[in-house]
């Protein structure tokens, strides 16, 4: 029996934009927890313009009548303020000790309210995750499989690769202290990757990331989900601003690993004094070996900087690894295993 008229132990945190295809399944999910704690389900509505505030109206009365507290929100404004802004306006109406995130497009198993909040209260400056199921089941299977297999060591050592957060937005759990000392979210609106800006800062404050290793919310996969408003390169400029602050100064030379277009993307991408630490380029294709070096034209330095291309054997530690694991059959990470770089302080992936 969920305890009612106590002050809310989790908030269920849901911003709400033209949601109405899966609003009621969403809903539905949170009335079926089975966490047993007082809980809260506050909503946003970011000036939807269809029926989403129906919608959210009737699910009000069926959750209070089962012990749910719900609180709604929004504006009417003839545009919406974005995915940060209605998140931030969601908690500061909420009351709960924990935080639980939700997607209005996606579906909680009964249990995660309780898995996580559990997780939680042993891990009190943690994000709590989960593992997902995907809808549709053959939509995004690299990322998914990433999401969901990354091993526990790997959830602090993969942020800096291009599948972003190691624990996905809508699986996110924390307490509300946590979240006060490292928020709020940023409020550029649409294109910008609140959530990947949240969990840098999170990182920078010492956070640390724990999954909750069940599958516990359907992520849907659609044209309309925000994420594909970001634009490729906005996430790259944060990614690389964040490899330069947050591994680069402990490393006084590196070599970075494929001297192809990504690995090229990436020097050039750097500041002029990281891509001076930049001590070779590596890689397995003999086409490129064969080439000796990579000629940066654009650079501003004089001789211009000539990047010696190596074979892997031959390179030297650290590395920046700007290769897709899961395309190279195992072999890549075979040649790590056979170069004993399997240490963590040895090499980050960029990929």
């Given at each position: 029996?969920?305890a009612?008229?106590?002050?809310p ?5 849901l ?11 969403c ?7 089975d ?9 946003f509505?970011?000036?939807?313009q269809d ?5 959210i ?8 009548e089962?012990?749910?507290l ?19 306006q ?9 935080l639980c ?14 898995l996580?909040?559990?997780?939680a209260?042993q891990?009190p ?8 199921r995907?809808?549709p ?11 969901n297999?990354?091993a526990?060591d ?11 957060p190691?624990v996905?937005?809508p ?7 946590w979240f ?5 979210f ?21 956070g ?7 599958s516990?919310?359907l ?8 994420t ?6 906005t ?6 601003r964040?490899?330069?602050e947050r ?11 494929n001297?192809?277009?990504q690995?090229r993307?990436l020097?050039?991408s ?7 630490k930049v001590?070779?380029?590596c890689?397995?294709d ?14 501003q330095?004089?001789?211009?900087p ?8 031959a390179?030297q530690?650290p590395?920046?690894i700007?290769?897709k694991?899961?395309?190279?059959g ?7 295993r ?13 990929s």
């Open positions: 029996m969920r009612r008229g106590a002050r132990l989790v908030s269920i945190i911003p709400v934009y033209n949601a109405e295809p899966w609003l009621d399944e809903l539905s999910s949170v009335l079926q927890q966490f047993e704690g007082a809980l809260e389900l506050s909503v509505n970011d000036a939807s029926k989403s505030m129906t919608i109206e009737k699910w009000k009365e069926k959750l209070e089962s012990g749910i719900v609180v709604v929100g929004g504006h009417s404004s003839s545009s919406p303020r974005g995915v940060g802004y209605s998140k931030n969601a908690i500061a109406q909420s009351s709960g000790s924990y995130f939700l997607d209005s497009d996606d579906v909680m198993m009964p249990q995660r309210v309780r996580q909040h559990e997780a209260a891990h400056t943690s994000i709590i995750g989960c593992q997902v995907r809808e089941p053959n939509s995004t299977e690299r990322y998914t499989r990433w999401v297999q990354l526990p790997q959830l602090l050592t993969q942020v800096f690769t291009s599948h972003g190691t996905i937005m699986t996110w759990f924390c307490s509300r202290a006060s000392h490292v928020g709020p940023e409020e550029g609106g649409q294109g910008e990757p609140e959530d990947l800006l949240f969990f840098y800062q999170h990182l920078r404050k010492g640390g990331v724990v999954r909750v290793d069940q516990l919310l992520y849907r996969y659609h044209p309309q989900a925000v594909h408003s970001i634009l490729e390169t996430i790259w400029t944060y990614r690389v964040f490899l330069e591994a680069l100064p402990h490393w006084p030379a590196f070599t970075i690993w001297a192809g277009k690995g993307r020097y050039r750097l500041t002029a004094a990281n891509q001076r001590a070779a380029f890689d397995v003999e086409n490129k070996i064969r080439k000796g070096f990579y000629c940066y034209e654009d650079s330095e004089r001789p211009r000539r990047i010696p291309i190596l074979h892997f054997r390179a530690p590395f920046v700007c290769v694991l899961d395309l190279t195992g072999e890549f990470e075979e040649n790590l056979s170069l004993h770089l399997l240490e963590g302080r040895d090499f980050l992936h960029f």
